[in-house]
């Protein structure tokens, strides 16, 4: 039981992980494989944020110090989380969006080849 | 069901379990020493506001510790928006 | 061509929330360095509120607010101003990128930076606005398109 509550973020994110999978290889619309697509990529960014959280710290923002002189030896670390993770996850979000906009553009030029977006009759087309 | 749509559930399935036995060796929810949080990020936490006036530890990282990276992804959502013109513009739109 | 969207509601509330709207993209990018915010998500702040004209009001609407070349010319001109004050950055004997070397009026090394990062997330901000517009202008369909006008056979 220990093995699922103390870890239970990564329960979350591989069942997401999977759920989209499963709709990027078993469905049969085009558009519904895209849908899988951001949801599986939405899972493995909110990993990897997770990755980076502490106990009781504070976002990753410094405390009352605008324009203000801090020395950096009085900063505790513990008190702000980790934000290297969110700093990769941004590249990774722009890079999902520009995957996304580029493949929907795809599938409405294909759509107005062959006039439908299943699959199969795509292939059937195709033959 | 169909079986192609069986098959991919049973392929989902597998590779759901063989992720999960792989959970075993990640560090616990709200862990202080991860192997993430312990080399270079304590240095960014505590020099961010000496090196640069930024006290938002995010956008110095971004912007000026990895400032490389940020302007190749630029170029990336750039040249996705010139893929998108590039396939559905027609001629008389220019 | 494009019907406008005769429904009262929508085109009264958008007309009221599209300025501040700007407004408030504006302030996200600038107040990247203090505050959550920085260069991206002001950027698609900024471009939402024009895809929220362009829902209420109609796209050619919207094109008689921005001229449709000046859409990716803005993507462009993101991507310069970033590269240029990183080429900059070289002509006064620093790393490509290295923001300590320009000699800006203020104080402290670490004011230069400082500034250095706001102009970073000008330009990228400048980029998405002008993608997140430009995709929307081609995954729409204006309407009226008729059955013959679309490429390839029966």
């Known amino acids: ?127 | 069901m169909k079986p192609l749509k069986l098959l991919g559930l049973i392929t989902v399935i597998i590779t759901g379990f063989f992720l999960l036995y792989g959970v075993n060796d990640m560090p616990r929810w709200g862990d202080t020493n991860t192997p993430a949080s312990v080399h270079v990020s304590p240095y960014y936490i505590q020099h961010s506001q000496a090196d640069t006036d930024a006290p938002n530890f995010v956008s110095a990282v971004l912007a000026d510790y990895r400032g490389f990276d940020t302007l190749f992804e630029t170029t990336v959502i750039f040249c996705a928006g010139i893929a998108c013109m590039m396939l559905l513009r027609k001629e008389e739109d220019a | 061509m494009i019907n406008r969207y005769d429904n009262l509601i929508i085109e009264f509330f958008c007309r009221i929330i599209a300025a501040p709207l700007f407004l408030f993209g504006v302030y996200i990018i600038f107040h990247g360095e203090a505050s959550p915010g920085g260069g991206f998500q002001g950027g698609v702040i900024l471009g939402a509120g024009f895809i929220m004209l362009a829902i209420a009001y109609g796209m050619d609407f919207t094109l008689r607010r921005i001229r449709e070349k000046m859409i990716l010319f803005l993507s462009c001109i993101g991507v310069f101003i970033y590269g240029g004050i990183g080429a900059a950055c070289l002509l006064w004997r620093g790393n490509f990128l290295d923001y300590g070397k320009l000699p800006l009026p203020v104080d402290s090394v670490s004011a230069i930076r400082g500034l250095g990062i706001m102009g970073i997330e000008i330009g990228v901000g400048l980029t998405v606005m002008g993608v997140m517009i430009s995709i929307y202008y081609d995954l729409i369909d204006p309407g009226g398109i008729q059955p013959d006008m679309l490429s390839g056979e029966e």
């Open chain 1, 1 to 127: 039981m220990d093995f699922i509550v103390s870890k239970f973020n990564y329960w979350i994110y591989i069942i997401m992980m999977m759920i989209g999978f499963y709709a990027m290889i078993a469905k049969r619309n085009l558009v519904k494989k895209i849908i899988g697509m951001n949801i599986f990529q939405t899972a493995i960014i909110l990993f990897y944020v997770s990755i980076g959280a502490k106990k009781g710290a504070t976002i990753p923002i410094l405390e009352a110090a605008h324009h203000a002189k801090i020395p950096p030896e009085s900063i505790e670390v513990a008190k702000y989380i980790n934000p290297l993770p969110h700093v990769l996850m941004l590249t990774a979000i722009v890079v999902g969006v520009s995957v996304t906009g580029v493949a929907l553009a795809l599938i409405i030029l294909i759509y107005r080849r062959y006039h439908t977006v299943e699959e199969d009759e795509i292939l059937r087309q195709l033959s």
